[in-house]
């Protein structure tokens, strides 16, 4: 069974609790990146929390930062739980609940940035309650729950982040790791077809067909690097069995926000390779100089395997 929704006197004490938790590091969390990873840490802490009110009010908490930070994939990840732990605010017939949701939605569609994105989720807490499961509503609705689950929010490049892109923007570069003076290449036989696959895994090689990339540069200043022995994307998919590394580089068939990435300069023609959609950064598998070793993604450390000198190719 599901708890009831929180009574006001019991909500206003729950989340004078969360604010003495946690409202320090709400406050200090500026940017949307931080305010989406501590809008995380609080979604699961209040998961494991007992008092149902307490969590209630956490679950609130986490979702405000998620909009703040426009992370609408998180925020609908808040609001199922919310949904599935909590009866509705008030009751009410399915066909006057499906009319509130499509009314919260249709107001989505006019607004911008933050206020869309609360909307959008306001909108679908209505429609989760509904319980419709089958039929053209139901296609509808799950079309949008995708479309918000596939969203990201993007690090902005800074000034001089975005004059570099303009730059090399149409250059065909080789990539050198500073530590290894291994190349950016594609793994395994790049003379078969299998090499022309997307998701063949990005490694350092000491010189290979593959280690030419194409840089292209958009308006907003991110570049995205297509190999021209390939034709495909440098992107990124999730790794989980690999210790301390969140990701592996891959390449990718089609460009979109997962290939899109930032030259953050480190000196003379060096820089690190920002992952626009994470906020981290490639490095070869734990900062090894060994050759054929797979090139993951990582929080930032003073390594200097993080540093990669761009070569111009004729």
């Not at 019991?10 to 500026?30: D, T």
């Not at 989720?121 to 609705?141: F, H, M, N, P, R």
């Not at 995708?146 to 982040?161: F, G, H, I, R, W």
């Not at 926000?257 to 930032?262: A, E, H, M, P, V």
Request: aromatic share 8%; net charge neutral.
């Amino acid at each position: 069974d599901k708890a009831p929704y929180p009574e006001a006197s019991q909500l206003r004490r729950a989340e004078a609790l969360v604010q003495e938790v946690y409202g320090a590091e709400i406050a200090k969390a500026k940017t949307p990146q931080a305010k989406s990873k501590l809008a995380q840490d609080i979604f699961k802490t209040a998961r494991e929390e007992p008092d149902l009110v307490v969590r209630f009010a956490a679950l609130q908490a986490a979702k405000r930062l998620a909009v703040d930070a426009s992370d609408g994939k998180l925020g609908l990840e808040i609001v199922r739980e919310i949904v599935q732990t909590y009866e509705p605010f008030e009751s009410m017939p399915v066909e006057d609940r499906l009319a509130e949701a499509e009314r919260l939605w249709t107001q989505s569609e006019k607004a911008q940035g933050r206020e869309k994105l609360a909307k959008q989720l306001e909108a679908i807490e209505q429609w989760l309650y509904c319980g419709v499961v089958s039929g053209l509503t139901a296609k509808q609705w799950a079309n949008r729950l995708d479309a918000l689950k596939n969203s990201v929010v993007l690090v902005k490049p800074t000034a001089s982040e975005k004059a570099l892109a303009q730059k090399l923007a149409d250059r065909t570069l080789m990539l050198i790791n500073r530590k290894s003076k291994l190349k950016m290449s594609v793994r395994g036989n790049v003379k078969t077809p299998t090499a022309l696959n997307p998701h063949e895994h990005v490694v350092q090689l000491p010189d290979a067909p593959s280690a030419y990339w194409r840089v292209k540069a958009t308006p907003e200043g991110y570049v995205q690097f297509q190999n021209t022995h390939s034709g495909l994307w440098l992107g990124m998919y999730d790794y989980p069995g690999q210790p301390n590394a969140v990701a592996v580089a891959a390449q990718q068939a089609e460009p979109n926000q997962n290939t899109l990435w930032i030259l953050k300069p480190a000196g003379l023609n060096s820089v690190y390779l920002v992952h626009a959609a994470t906020g981290l950064y490639l490095r070869p598998w734990d900062g090894t100089t060994q050759s054929n070793y797979g090139i993951h993604l990582y929080p930032l450390t003073d390594d200097a395997a993080y540093l990669w000198v761009w070569q111009v190719m004729p």
